[in-house]
C-alpha cells in the first residue's frame, strides 16, 4: 500500500541522492518543458484541465495561496479584517500590484474577477449561497459582505485547482463567460506571448518586468515568486520515447509527465532528478445524459466490472508508485479516507454486472468512448478499461482522438451516435479530490458542470452541510454519508490511485515548489 504522500515522497527524493549535480548556469535564461497535454485553451475559467491551471499560475496571481501545510496565506492581498459577527470581511491589498500592460491592479479589477470566477467555481457558489457579495472599498481594498458567517472564506480565496480565483483586468473579467478569454494580461510573475503560441508545437511565456515579489521565502503556492528564468519555453511532445531522448540530451529541462516504462531508467540517471508528485485518480466518466447511463442501474454494473488492480498494473507504474485497490473517492493515505460504500465493490463481479445491465434495459447498442491519442496514462488507462467492458460483454465503439478534441467533444449534450459520448476516462489528482470542498464530481450539482455529469439533490445537500458544519464527529458522518450516497448513484468509476512523477535535468534549482505542490510552478527556478 502507498504510504501517505509527504511521507512517500520525501523517502523516493532520498533515494535521488546518487550522482553528482551538474555545473549552476548562470540565472536569467530559458527553460524548456514537455508538458503532459498541449495548451488549447487560455481561460483558466473555461475548463479543469490541469495545462490550462498550470499556464494561469504563471500569468496570473490570487488574492491568497495555500501554503505547503494546506494553510491560507496572504498573496495579492497584504493584510484582512473581519467584523465580530463574522459576515464582513475586509481585504488590503499590497502596493506595487501592476498588470503586464503596466496598469495598477484596483480593487475593482478584483471583484470583477472573483465575480466572475464565482460562476464557475462550487465553492464560491457556496459563499454565495451564504449572501457573499464582493465589493470595492477605497482605493486599495475590496470587501466580502455575508448574510451568515461562512467558515471557509479563506481556503475559497486560495484555492489551488479547479478553480483558483486568478486575478485579471476587469475589461477582461467583465467579458461573456459563454466563450474563454483570449486576452491573457495578469500579474504574475510571467507574461503569455501569443505571438509566438503554435498550437501542438510551442508555447512561450517571458519575464514581467511589472511583477514585485512578496518579501516572504516560498512555501507552497504562496510567498515569494521569483522569475529567475528569462523565458519559459513549453514543447509539445506526445511521444513519452521522444520526451526521454530530449530530456537526457538536454533539449528539454522538465517533463511534466513520465512514461511509466521510463522512470526507472530515470532513477538511474545521475543527470536526472525524479520527483513524485502527489496521488492521482484514474476517474471514468458515464455520460447520464443518454442511455444507457442514464440508468443507475447501467452505472452501478460498470463499477462491477472494473478491475483496479489490473487497471493499475497495465499502466506499468513501479509497484511503490500505485496501489492494487483504492474505494476512496476522497483519496486514500489522506484523513477524508473512508471505505464507506466502497465495499461491494472491490472484486469485480461481472454475472451481477450482466444482470443489472439487462435490468436497464442495455440490449448490446454501442457505447461510445473516447480515446485519446497521444497522452501519457490517460491513453493507456482508457484502452486497459476498453478490454475490460469488452470482456462483460459490452458493445464498445472506441473513436481515437486528441486530447484538445476530446475536450471540446465532453462538453457536447449530443446523442453519442451524433457527435456526443458514453464515456471518457481522465486522471485527476489529489488537491481536486481530497475533500468534499473540493471535489466537484461528489457535488451532485445539477448546473455549471460537464454536460452528462451527476445532478443529484440528495448530494447537494450533503455537501452543504458538510460545509456549514463544524462539529468534527458530525463532519466526518456526513462525509462518508457523501461517499455512500455517491456510490449508490454512481457519479463517477474510480479506475485506481497512482503517482505520477516529474523529471528534472539537475541543472535546474530550486524545485521545491514543485515537489510541494506537484504544480510544475516556473517561479524560483533557475539555471
Known amino acids: 500500500m502507498l504510504k501517505p504522500p509527504v511521507i512517500r515522497t520525501v523517502a523516493l527524493l532520498a533515494a535521488l541522492t546518487v550522482g553528482a549535480a551538474m555545473p549552476a548556469q548562470a540565472q536569467g535564461s530559458v527553460l524548456r518543458m514537455a508538458p503532459l497535454t498541449d495548451l488549447r485553451v487560455l481561460d483558466p475559467l473555461?475548463?479543469?484541465?490541469?495545462?490550462?491551471?498550470?499556464?494561469?499560475?504563471?500569468?496570473?496571481?490570487?488574492?491568497?495561496?495555500?501554503?505547503?501545510?494546506?494553510?491560507?496565506?496572504?498573496?495579492?492581498?497584504?493584510?484582512?479584517?473581519t467584523s465580530k459577527d463574522g459576515k464582513v470581511w475586509t481585504f488590503k491589498l499590497r502596493a506595487g500590484l501592476k498588470f503586464h500592460?503596466?496598469?495598477?491592479?484596483?480593487?475593482?479589477?478584483?471583484?470583477?474577477?472573483?465575480?466572475?470566477?464565482?460562476?464557475?467555481?462550487?465553492?464560491?457558489?457556496?459563499?454565495?449561497?451564504?449572501?457573499?457579495?464582493?465589493?470595492?472599498?477605497?482605493?486599495?481594498?475590496?470587501?466580502?459582505?455575508?448574510?451568515?458567517?461562512?467558515?471557509?472564506?479563506?481556503?475559497?480565496?486560495?484555492?489551488?485547482?479547479?478553480?483558483?480565483?486568478?486575478?485579471?483586468?476587469?475589461?477582461?473579467?467583465?467579458?461573456?463567460l459563454s466563450k474563454p478569454a483570449t486576452e491573457?494580461?495578469?500579474?504574475?510573475?510571467?507574461?503569455?506571448?501569443?505571438?509566438?503560441?503554435?498550437?501542438?508545437?510551442?508555447?512561450?511565456?517571458?519575464?514581467?518586468?511589472?511583477?514585485?515579489?512578496?518579501?516572504?521565502?516560498?512555501?507552497?503556492?504562496?510567498?515569494?515568486?521569483?522569475?529567475?528564468?528569462?523565458?519559459?519555453?513549453?514543447?509539445?511532445?506526445?511521444?513519452?520515447?521522444?520526451?526521454?531522448?530530449?530530456?537526457?540530451?538536454?533539449?528539454?529541462?522538465?517533463?511534466?509527465?513520465?512514461?511509466?516504462?521510463?522512470?526507472?531508467?530515470?532513477?538511474?540517471?545521475?543527470?536526472l532528478k525524479v520527483i513524485p508528485l502527489a496521488p492521482f485518480e484514474g476517474i471514468m466518466y458515464l455520460n447520464q445524459l443518454h442511455p444507457p447511463f442514464n440508468n443507475t442501474k447501467a452505472r452501478q454494473a460498470i463499477l462491477h466490472i472494473i478491475k483496479q488492480s489490473d487497471l493499475m498494473a497495465g499502466l506499468g507504474y513501479p509497484v511503490n508508485l500505485r496501489m492494487a485497490h483504492c474505494?476512496?473517492?476522497?483519496?486514500?493515505?489522506?484523513?477524508?479516507?473512508?471505505?464507506?460504500?466502497?465495499?461491494?465493490?472491490?472484486?469485480?463481479?461481472?454475472?451481477?454486472?450482466?444482470?443489472?445491465?439487462?435490468?436497464?434495459?442495455?440490449?448490446?447498442?454501442?457505447?461510445?468512448?473516447?480515446?485519446?491519442?497521444?497522452?501519457?496514462?490517460?491513453?493507456?488507462?482508457?484502452?486497459?478499461?476498453?478490454?475490460?467492458?469488452?470482456?462483460?460483454?459490452?458493445n464498445i465503439d472506441a473513436q481515437s482522438l486528441d486530447f484538445g478534441a476530446l475536450v471540446t467533444r465532453r462538453t457536447r449534450k449530443d446523442a453519442p451516435d451524433k457527435g456526443g459520448w458514453n464515456i471518457y476516462v481522465t486522471a485527476i489528482g489529489q488537491p481536486d479530490l481530497e475533500s468534499p470542498m473540493a471535489n466537484a464530481n461528489l457535488s451532485g450539482n445539477c448546473v455549471n458542470v460537464v454536460p452528462g455529469q451527476l445532478c443529484d439533490e440528495a448530494l447537494q445537500k450533503l455537501n452543504a452541510d458538510w460545509l456549514s458544519e463544524s462539529r468534527p464527529t458530525e463532519r466526518r458522518r456526513l462525509l462518508e454519508a457523501i461517499q455512500r450516497r455517491a456510490y449508490e448513484v454512481v457519479s463517477y468509476v474510480p479506475l485506481g490511485q497512482f503517482v505520477p512523477v516529474i523529471a528534472v535535468r539537475r541543472a535546474v534549482k530550486n524545485t521545491q515548489i514543485m515537489e510541494q505542490t506537484g504544480i510544475p510552478a516556473m517561479w524560483n527556478l533557475s539555471k
Open 46 to 81: 473555461f475548463t479543469t484541465a490541469y495545462a490550462v491551471r498550470n499556464h494561469a499560475y504563471m500569468v496570473f496571481d490570487t488574492p491568497l495561496a495555500m501554503d505547503a501545510k494546506g494553510v491560507p496565506r496572504p498573496q495579492m492581498v497584504d493584510s484582512w479584517s
Open 101 to 176: 500592460d503596466g496598469s495598477e491592479v484596483t480593487p475593482n479589477d478584483v471583484v470583477v474577477s472573483l465575480q466572475r470566477w464565482a460562476k464557475r467555481d462550487l465553492l464560491a457558489q457556496a459563499m454565495a449561497k451564504a449572501g457573499g457579495v464582493f465589493a470595492a472599498a477605497g482605493k486599495d481594498s475590496f470587501t466580502l459582505t455575508l448574510a451568515q458567517p461562512f467558515g471557509r472564506v479563506l481556503e475559497a480565496l486560495s484555492k489551488s485547482s479547479s478553480y483558483p480565483p486568478f486575478i485579471m483586468p476587469a475589461r477582461i473579467a467583465q467579458a461573456d
Open 184 to 271: 491573457m494580461v495578469g500579474s504574475g510573475p510571467f507574461m503569455f506571448k501569443k505571438d509566438e503560441w503554435v498550437p501542438g508545437n510551442k508555447i512561450v511565456w517571458v519575464k514581467s518586468p511589472y511583477y514585485v515579489p512578496r518579501k516572504e521565502p516560498a512555501d507552497g503556492l504562496s510567498g515569494a515568486k521569483l522569475a529567475n528564468l528569462d523565458r519559459v519555453e513549453w514543447s509539445i511532445m506526445p511521444d513519452p520515447n521522444t520526451q526521454a531522448q530530449a530530456l537526457r540530451r538536454g533539449e528539454i529541462d522538465l517533463i511534466e509527465g513520465v512514461g511509466a516504462d521510463f522512470i526507472a531508467p530515470m532513477l538511474a540517471d545521475k543527470d
Open 327 to 394: 474505494g476512496a473517492l476522497f483519496v486514500c493515505g489522506t484523513a477524508n479516507a473512508t471505505d464507506a460504500g466502497s465495499e461491494a465493490y472491490r472484486q469485480p463481479d461481472l454475472a451481477l454486472a450482466r444482470k443489472l445491465l439487462d435490468q436497464s434495459g442495455y440490449k448490446g447498442e454501442k457505447i461510445v468512448v473516447l480515446v485519446p491519442s497521444g497522452v501519457p496514462v490517460l491513453g493507456p488507462l482508457t484502452q486497459i478499461a476498453v478490454q475490460q467492458l469488452q470482456a462483460a460483454g459490452l
